[in-house]
């Protein structure tokens, strides 16, 4: 692929010289190749998207529920499910809306120009004119146009971070490469979308439109399939299972009712009455609702969802893969340590702001230190980067290493825009690949405060192994000394024990230039190279890195907690890769690290028996953060990827839950994601990882609650049927029942906050679904208490005579006063409402009470009366009731009680055990 090659080689197997091609074979070539251009996958129709929200089982389920009421005659019923049914649609819609545009965005990234050379003639044509053989110029601030091999390059340095997830720009060569080199290392290609930060150069384009690195990823976001978020599975599961289940029943039920002599069209429409309401319309409305409060609290702890279901998927999340830069780190290169005078300072500060101190172990150092301040005046002397603030925020301009450089002499008092006033730059040697070093040559005043040295003085820095090879004297305990060669071994020791801590190290030293006697030139533009950069004071090292987020150590933590692992995956080293993660906490006794080339050679099912085991991935590409999210899900994992890189972009869209950054995250990314950290903060995802799991606490709750009321209905009318031969509850009674106790409480059971043990449990298995053993015997025992309830007052009222329709109003009643204090019991599965406190959840006691007014309407309003075929109670009669109706809570309590205590005993007897 060209970069393993000689320049001379590559443009004759590209058939072109340096004065380009001719307009003929551009255009020739441009029908074969095909225009510079990322081909766009076919999109969703508005009404494709809309008609997608009422595909699930449950949904359609409601729909034939909705059409059966209104044959029947029973049009509130129908109007309320299809109303429901549409609400939750419409709200999934308005979110999703947006989806889908990746493909568009790395459009919008290619360079709408380029300049180029055609017949021996520099001109600038439309970036999707381009074809593989041309010569392209490119420069700082340019945006790179398509793949191309470099040809010529002066001091040229890309960014690529948004391709390989590195923040430090890469110095380009000319040299061909050995053929084993992998693709983040070809310093001699340029891709697509990238920019130049720094130089110019030229190259020859290689590769056009979909052929190119991005092209690579816009195919790979073009066959990558979302996949159904847990939640959509488990409702779907749920909706096969309560459809299954009310049909036979129910149908069980009315064949009953026909074998002990009710009329035949009076049993079926009392069994669809009793079907409709042992389906949980209010479900999708409740969820839809659920999800889109969640949504808003998320938004106030900095996360932006994008995909509706994908809320409740942070929930059951239990693995977090993490990109390195600007996820996990800062995305700021930073001065963390410098070795001056053979002693270790440390520097204190965040990202670009120059506030910081500086220390010798525990104590703070001065930074009035002669060897201190000798090395950091030729940091900044030496240096074209600027710091300046803008909008309170402190931003720098030029490249990060060279500005993180001058923050640290900043925070030593010392002020680039003086210095350089007060002693201007005379010449310079830039920085090249070749030399890997930059010089320049500043006047230094006699009075030049406690500085050992004065008058004309260059200043170089650049790689230690090159500064410390031209150096034959050293700067130490106040005085330019002779470096010996132990000396010169203790500072290769102090580059190596840096580099071992993750630190990029450069290494700076002066020369004083006598211009009287050393080399009594004219101008001091007439040195040469060899003449200044040779025989120099070596004055120290500065190592610097991308410094981990001071949050993140925390988050990780409490990510463990809550029993989610988290794996980072990173375009960077393996030596900086593993000392982020073991700083934060990744990276931990036993665990794996592997590159991208280990993973190369491992074969898919070797590599997921290892991929429990592995918490660092370095040196990976885009392809590589795919196999991991699958060899993952293949374990049953749900896995959580977040990054900002449109290298990131294909893995956001295949993990459960793509979660992209949104001040440093690129277009690309956020549009394949679910959701966006509107803060950038790795800690905001343990927030929405509360927020999910409360979710979905509260859909189950709402189940549960759900459940036992179907089920003591179904209980009731079995009991009524086999004991005494008669109705307890009339098809109308059946409905209201279930427009009632489904609307409101349900509503406000998905606003209940999360509970405060919460991030201590562990994910939840997505294989349970939305009903376990728990919820069913959890439904089983309180449908069987309330017909129990109804049970009694059933004798009660025979035993009294009573009219069978004060029979029916009584258990009618006795069933809603019932299900109003079962709606306290599913704040919580697991705590009391006591503790949670009783008016904590103020939407609920709201709905508790208007429903309860609604059923008073119905047995004390004439007109109601007649609709409902219901009684007035007395008061003794309705207090009969109310305490029967109050053993749901008080049962329920009590269970809550013993359990709580019950566990609390295991807890202490395995603690006492280890």
Not at 252 to 270: E, K, S
Not at 422 to 435: A, G, M, N, W
Not at 650 to 668: F, Q
Request: glycine content about 8%; aromatic content about 8%; hydrophobic content about 45%.
């Amino acid at each position: 692929m060209y970069y393993d090659q000689e320049t001379d080689s590559v443009l004759e197997e590209l058939g072109v010289s340096e004065a380009g091609l001719s307009s003929e074979e551009a255009e020739k070539r441009l029908k074969g190749y095909g225009e510079n251009e990322l081909k766009e996958e076919e999109k969703t129709s508005i009404l494709q998207l809309f008609l997608s929200q009422f595909k699930s089982i449950l949904i359609i389920i409601l729909i034939i529920a909705s059409i059966v009421s209104a044959l029947l005659g029973e049009l509130i019923d129908a109007m309320v499910i299809i109303f429901t049914v549409f609400l939750a649609g419409i709200l999934s819609f308005v979110q999703e809306y947006r989806a889908e545009k990746a493909i568009e965005l790395l459009r919008s990234l290619t360079s709408p120009e380029a300049t180029v050379i055609r017949n021996g003639i520099e001109k600038k044509v439309p970036s999707k004119e381009l074809v593989p053989g041309d010569p392209i110029l490119i420069q700082t601030g340019d945006r790179i146009p398509a793949d191309a091999r470099v040809i010529k390059e002066f001091n040229l340095k890309t960014d690529e971070s948004s391709l390989t997830g590195e923040s430090v720009p890469v110095q380009k060569t000319i040299g061909a490469l050995p053929s084993e080199t992998p693709e983040a290392d070809r310093t001699n290609m340029v891709y697509t979308g990238t920019t130049i930060a720094y130089g110019r150069g030229s190259a020859i384009v290689t590769a056009t439109g979909m052929r190119t690195a991005f092209g690579e990823l816009a195919g790979l976001l073009g066959t990558i399939e979302r996949s159904r978020t847990p939640l959509q599975e488990s409702l779907d599961k749920f909706g096969k299972w309560i459809g299954a289940a009310t049909l036979i029943i129910v149908a069980f039920v009315a064949m009953l009712g026909v074998f002990y002599g009710f009329p035949l069209l009076d049993m079926f429409l009392w069994g669809v009455a009793l079907a409709v309401a042992a389906i949980p319309e209010a479900l999708p409305a409740v969820v839809t609702v659920g999800l889109g409060l969640g949504v808003r609290r998320m938004i106030k702890r900095h996360a932006l969802v994008r995909k509706l279901p994908s809320v409740e998927t942070l929930g059951a999340t239990n693995v977090i893969c993490s990109d390195k830069t600007g996820t996990l780190t800062q995305n700021k290169m930073m001065v963390e340590r410098i070795c001056a005078n053979k002693q270790i300072f440390k520097v204190t500060g965040v990202g670009y702001s120059p506030e910081g101190e500086f220390f010798k172990g525990d104590k703070k150092a001065s930074a009035n230190d002669v060897h201190l301040h000798v090395l950091l005046l030729g940091a900044v002397l030496c240096n074209d980067a600027g710091l300046y603030k803008e909008n309170e925020k402190w931003e720098i301009k030029g490249d990060p290493t060279e500005a993180a450089l001058l923050v640290a002499a900043t925070k030593a008092g010392l002020n680039k825009v003086e210095l350089d006033q007060k002693y201007p730059r005379l010449t310079e040697i830039p920085f090249s690949s070749e030399r890997k070093r930059m010089t320049t040559l500043s006047k230094l005043e006699a009075n030049s405060g406690s500085l050992p040295v004065s008058g004309l003085i260059a200043f170089s820095k650049g790689a230690p192994e090159v500064i410390l090879g031209s150096c034959t004297k050293i700067f130490l305990d106040g005085e330019i000394r002779s470096l010996s060669p132990e000396v010169r071994q203790l500072i290769v020791g102090k580059v190596r024990e840096m580099a071992n801590q993750a630190l990029r190290v450069m290494a700076l030293s002066f020369r004083p230039l006598d211009e009287d006697t050393s080399f009594k030139k004219i101008s001091f533009g007439e040195y040469t190279t060899e003449e200044i950069e040779n025989e120099m004071v070596f004055s120290g090292l500065m190592g610097m890195r991308d410094p981990p987020r001071e949050e993140v150590k925390i988050a990780i933590q409490k990510c463990a907690d809550a029993g989610i692992k988290t794996v980072m995956i990173t375009g960077d080293h393996k030596i900086t890769a593993s000392a982020i993660a073991k700083d934060l906490g990744i990276l931990k006794e036993n665990d794996l690290i592997l590159t991208g080339s280990e993973l190369d050679n491992l074969g898919d099912a070797e590599f997921e028996d290892k991929v429990e085991k592995v918490s660092v991935y370095a040196r990976v590409y885009p392809t590589h953060k795919l196999r991991v999210i699958d060899a993952f899900k293949k374990k049953g994992y749900i896995v959580a990827m977040t990054g900002d890189g449109v290298n990131d972009a294909p893995a956001l869209k295949a993990a459960d839950m793509g979660i992209a950054m949104g001040i440093t995250g690129t277009d690309v990314s956020k549009e394949a994601s679910s959701m966006i950290l509107t803060d950038d903060n790795f800690a905001s995802i343990v927030a929405a990882v509360e927020e999910g799991r409360n979710i979905f606490k509260n859909i189950r709750n709402f189940i549960t609650y759900g459940l036992s009321a179907h089920i003591g209905e179904v209980l009731i009318v079995l009991i009524a049927i086999l004991g005494w031969q008669i109705l307890p509850l009339l098809a109308v009674q059946i409905l209201w029942i279930n427009l009632i106790t489904d609307g409101l409480p349900p509503m406000a059971l998905s606003v209940e906050p999360p509970d405060s043990g919460i991030m201590r449990q562990k994910p939840r298995n997505v294989e349970e679904g939305l009903i376990t053993r728990r919820e069913i015997a959890a439904g089983l025992g309180l449908g069987g208490l309330i017909a129990l309830q109804a049970l009694i007052v059933l004798v009660w009222a025979l035993e009294r005579d009573f009219p069978i329709e004060k029979l029916q109003t009584l258990i009618f009643t006795l069933v809603v006063f019932s299900e109003m204090f079962n709606a306290f019991n599913w704040r919580s599965d697991r705590y009391s409402i006591f503790s949670l406190g009783l008016f904590t959840n103020k939407p609920l006691v709201y709905a508790v009470l208007t429903t309860v007014i609604l059923q008073l309407i119905v047995i004390y309003v004439p007109f109601f009366r007649t609709a409902f075929r219901t009684v007035q109670l007395s008061l003794f009669e309705l207090g009969v009731v109310l305490v029967l109706a109050s053993t749901t809570l008080i049962s329920m309590e009590l269970m809550k009680y013993f359990s709580g205590k019950s566990s609390q005993e295991k807890k202490l007897g395995k603690t006492n055990y280890e």
